[in-house]
């Protein structure tokens, strides 16, 4: 077995800036998009962090850097693909995963499912090895205020496809 844990964190747009934003491969309205390179979905970021991590390998910075412009405005879900080409390489499969995304808006309840059904079709498990929360910061620090989003995801991976 094999565990590994990410973190990734974005700053907020103005307001009014944008229709939406990505989460877990699934665009979530919201007024204000994220400052990122690439579409800036925390969430498949934090995983992706967390699944390499796993892996022994470097992180998604390493992987994917942002001065590089082929990845400029890039599909998170894509990169993830070639993530999950070196798990599957490595002959490794999802035992599960918990992930927690800190915010305060948009409200996530009714994207919860979408959310699931997104992660783990990309990663080839079963919904219900994909435990996904999320929780606010009860208006403390950058996040309380508004100013960003943050997710963190631990996985779990064996060498049993089960």
């Known amino acids: 077995m094999r ?14 800036s944008a229709s939406h934003i990505m989460l877990g ?8 998009g994220v400052v990122a390179h ?20 470097p992180d998604i910075g390493h992987q994917f850097p942002d001065s590089d412009p082929q990845f400029s ?7 993830l ?17 918990d992930a927690t995304v800190l915010l305060e808006m948009p409200k996530l309840a009714a994207h919860r499912e979408a959310m699931i059904q997104s992660i783990s079709q ?18 403390l620090g950058f996040i309380g205020r508004g100013e960003g989003i943050s997710a963190q995801v ?5 060498s049993d496809p089960k």
Do not use: W
Not at 3 to 16: K, R, W
Not at 38 to 57: E, F, K, P, Q, R
Not at 123 to 137: E, F, M, N, S, W
């Open 3 to 16: 565990i590994g844990q990410g973190i990734d964190v974005h700053a907020f747009s103005e307001p009014g």
């Open 25 to 32: 491969g699934v665009e979530i309205p919201h007024d204000r």
């Open 38 to 57: 690439s579409d800036g979905d925390v969430l498949i970021h934090a995983l992706m962090d967390a699944l390499l991590g796993a892996l022994g390998l």
């Open 73 to 79: 405005g890039a599909n998170s879900m894509k990169l």
């Open 81 to 97: 693909a070639s993530v999950v080409g070196r798990m599957n390489e490595a002959e490794l499969y999802i035992e599960n995963l």
């Open 122 to 139: 990309a990663l080839g498990c079963d919904q219900g090895r994909v435990g996904l929360k999320a929780t606010t910061t009860e208006k």
């Open 154 to 158: 631990v996985v779990l991976l064996t």
